[in-house]
Each structure stands twice: as structure tokens, then as C-alpha cells.
């Protein structure tokens, strides 16, 4: 008998929002136990699954040179192989995968930062190209990641509710994702590049405490000025140190890109807002002056890289009641640069400047990109005849099968559409 049990579904799960997981039982591949959050496969979606991975392997396997080995998902397991063979077999022992769980990891290691970056890319595509026959809309949003030289989240569009549910932005119109920290990859015109450099000049700001009541006295819009946070960097030591971080005052600081920075620059470090007796003590009495000239000797300074180069910026005058106007970047203050910027919905599409929408998207993959340092993680090396080789850069992916299989239900309308109107 080898006929396939695929039970007539006639009523879609209870108390399921997500409509690839409604498909997927409808279809009668699998069935959703809702006590224990478990989705059990049956025989038509284990077939499928295993369709799709194999797909997916044999991709990376050919394209990328990726070796597929069974075994736990840890870490452990492709670092003592990679250990193991790497002198004799070389490049061929560099990159593993391994399918457990419901999940595809990657694992491989690099000689350079180039190289790394373009293994990440590489695999990435080859993943989309397998992705993009089950899922038309899927994409890859660039992100910034603390403890990664590039991080990248693999997700498609899916309904509010649904699982592996991440909030996301979507343009309107060339229909790219972002989420709260993209990574900023497009070039920004400085601000005022075509204006002369002003001279500095302190303004009376009575009470203008906040950009919007800044621009409301100066009769300023909000990109003209500059937003100032202050938090306070907590060594491993226990040393503090404060961080004046900048951003045009028409946008906001991510959190998580500044934890990015701070780990990138301070090994270790934690960081929270600076109270207010940090700031009285290195700026004197200037809740809501805060600005970057003058700033005390000891404080750091990060700005986003927006800010680089521009010109007549507005800004705190670093006493009570006083803004400074024409600061120059450059002349003026010359902090390090970062990449800080929160995407939010009011943020212009980087590519067409179009007003991004909020999306609900579906996270089906991960990849990272980082140094072994950067991590705590053994540098893998090997002794030969011609002496010592290290792989000191490691890329790293992770792939949802069950989210995966969850889109693939979800768009299966789409995808025959898709291909009706191809054969036309
Ligand atoms: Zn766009």
C-alpha cells in the first residue's frame, strides 16, 4: 500500500491567525496541536519539506561547496570537522550543513574579511534562488547586529499573528523590507553642502529644551538641528565613561545599532542612559543643551553617519538656555561615525525617498558574518609543511524549515498565479 494519508480538511484550525498555517492543514499536510504549539507534519507535508531541503542542499552543495554532515545543531560538531580535515582536505572541509529539528545550519570559515563577506553573499544567494521558487515576495533585509561584520534576516510578508511574526517596513514602491535596525548602506548628501561655513554664534533659546520648541523659536526645521543622547559606558572594570551620541534632529537613535557600537569599541562594556548627576558632573547645570562643541575632555563622541560633513548644523550651546548656530562637521566637531539610525515608518525609502508602510514579515533565515574575536570564539588554524594557516572569520546561517514551509502554504495562490501568467 503506498498510496499517502491526506485527510479531508473541511474546517480551517481554531484560534489560528497565521494563513500559511491554516493552508497547510486545509491542504491536509499537517495538523496544529494548539495546547502544545506543536505543527505535526503529515505524510504530504513531510514529502514537501523534504522536497524543499533537498532542493536547498543540493544548491549549496553545488554552488557553494557546502558538505552535508548529520549532526547535532551545536556549534561543536562542525568546528571539531572543520578541525579535523581542514589540513588535508582544505577549502572542501571549510563549510558544513546539517539538517536537524526542522532547521538547516551553515557553518564555514574564512582567511579575510573580504572573504567572508563574499562566502555570506554567495550562500545567500544561492539560498534565494532555491527560496524564490516557493516564495515570489521573499527578501533579505541588511541589518546591524552587534558581534557581526554583517548580519542579514531572510523574511517575506505574511499577516499579523502569524508565527515567526517580526515587525518589519516595506517601501511602497520598489517593495524592499526593512525593519527598526537596517543597516544604512545608501549615501546621505550632507547637510547644507551647498552653503558657505557660517561663523559659530551662541543664540538666546529660553526654555528650548526640545528640537520641536528649537525649531518653533528659530523657525528651523528639525534636519537643521541636532538630537544629543548621553548614556553611560560601564567597563568591564567598572570605569564609566559617558557617550555623547548624535543624530539629525529629525531622526532617532537605535538601541540596538548604539549596543553594536559600544561592543565594537568597548569589549565587554554594558551602557544605560547617563543620569542626570553624570552629565551635571562632566557638563555643569545643561539638561537639554547638550551639544558638540566644547564637549569635555573624557566624554566619547559617536555620531551617525548621516551627519558626516555637514554644515551649519543648530546646536546646543552647552549651557542653560543657549543653542549655537553654523557648526561645522570638520572645523567645528569630528566625532567617530556609526551607523545609528532607527528605522521608523516616517523614514523616506533610502532608494526613492517614498514614505515606508509597517509590514507584518515572516523570519525564515539568518546569516551572520564576524571575526572569531569578536565572539570569543577559537581562531581555526592548522600546521602543514609550510607552516601555520588561520581562519580567524566565520559565517554562520540558520534557515526555518517549518517557517519555511509555513510561506510556501501561505503563498501558494500567489505562486500559481505567478505561474499562469509566466506561461502566457
Ligand atoms: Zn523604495
Known amino acids: 500500500m503506498r498510496e499517502l494519508f491526506i485527510p479531508e480538511t473541511k474546517n480551517p484550525p481554531a484560534k489560528v491567525k497565521d494563513p500559511g498555517l491554516i493552508s497547510l492543514v486545509m491542504e491536509g499536510a499537517g495538523v496544529f496541536n494548539a495546547k502544545s504549539g ?45 578541525e579535523r580535515y581542514v589540513r588535508e582536505y582544505g577549502e572542501k572541509a571549510l563549510a558544513w550543513m546539517a539538517v536537524s529539528g526542522r532547521k538547516l545550519n551553515l557553518w564555514g570559515w574564512a582567511e579575510t574579511e573580504e572573504d567572508v563577506k ?46 515567526y511574526e517580526t515587525e518589519g517596513l516595506v517601501c511602497p514602491e520598489c517593495g524592499n523590507y526593512f525593519h527598526g535596525d537596517s543597516a544604512y548602506v545608501h549615501a546621505v548628501k550632507p547637510l547644507n553642502s551647498d552653503q558657505a561655513e557660517k561663523e559659530v554664534t551662541d543664540v538666546h533659546t529660553p526654555g528650548a529644551h526640545t528640537i520641536p520648541l528649537l525649531c518653533e523659536q528659530l523657525g528651523l526645521d528639525p534636519s537643521e538641528t541636532l538630537k544629543a543622547m548621553l548614556y553611560t559606558v560601564i567597563m568591564p572594570n567598572e ?56 564637549v569635555p575632555s573624557g566624554v566619547h563622541m559617536v555620531a551617525d553617519k548621516s551627519l558626516k560633513g555637514g554644515k551649519n548644523f543648530v546646536v ?68 602543514d609543511r609550510d607552516g601555520e594557516h588561520k581562519w580567524p572569520y566565520r559565517w554562520k546561517a540558520e534557515i526555518s524549515l517549518e517557517a519555511l514551509i509555513l510561506s510556501f502554504y501561505e503563498k501558494k495562490d500567489e505562486r500559481i498565479k505567478d505561474e499562469i501568467f509566466e506561461e502566457k
Open 38 to 82: 506543536e505543527i505535526i507534519l503529515l505524510p504530504i507535508g513531510v514529502s514537501t519539506l523534504s522536497s524543499i531541503a533537498q532542493d536547498l542542499t543540493e544548491a549549496l552543495l553545488e554552488k557553494n561547496g557546502i558538505q552535508n554532515i548529520d549532526c547535532s545543531a551545536s556549534d561543536e560538531s562542525a568546528s571539531s570537522l572543520a
Open 118 to 163: 563574499m562566502k555570506t553573499a554567495f550562500a545567500a544567494d544561492t539560498i534565494r534562488s532555491i527560496f524564490e521558487r516557493y516564495i515570489p515576495d521573499f527578501n533579505y533585509i541588511l541589518e546591524v547586529r552587534s558581534g557581526t561584520i554583517n548580519s542579514m534576516a531572510g523574511v517575506c510578508p505574511t499577516a499579523k499573528g502569524s508565527l
Open 239 to 294: 570605569k564609566k565613561t559617558l557617550l555623547f551620541a548624535m543624530i539629525r534632529g529629525d531622526k532617532n537613535i537605535s538601541i540596538n545599532k548604539l549596543h553594536a557600537y559600544v561592543d565594537s569599541k568597548f569589549k565587554g562594556a554594558s551602557f544605560r542612559k547617563a543620569e542626570n548627576d553624570e552629565i551635571v558632573s562632566a557638563f555643569g547645570e545643561v539638561a537639554g543643551f547638550c551639544g558638540p562643541v566644547g
Open 316 to 383: 546646543g550651546g552647552n549651557r542653560p538656555d543657549y543653542h549655537r548656530t553654523g557648526c561645522c562637521w570638520g572645523r567645528d566637531f569630528e566625532p567617530e561615525v556609526a551607523d545609528l539610525l532607527l528605522f521608523e515608518e516616517s523614514t523616506p525609502c533610502p532608494e526613492n525617498g517614498r514614505t515606508l508602510a509597517s509590514v507584518p514579515l515572516r523570519k525564515i533565515c539568518t546569516l551572520d558574518c564576524y571575526s572569531s574575536d569578536m565572539r570569543d570564539e577559537k581562531v581555526l588554524s592548522c600546521r
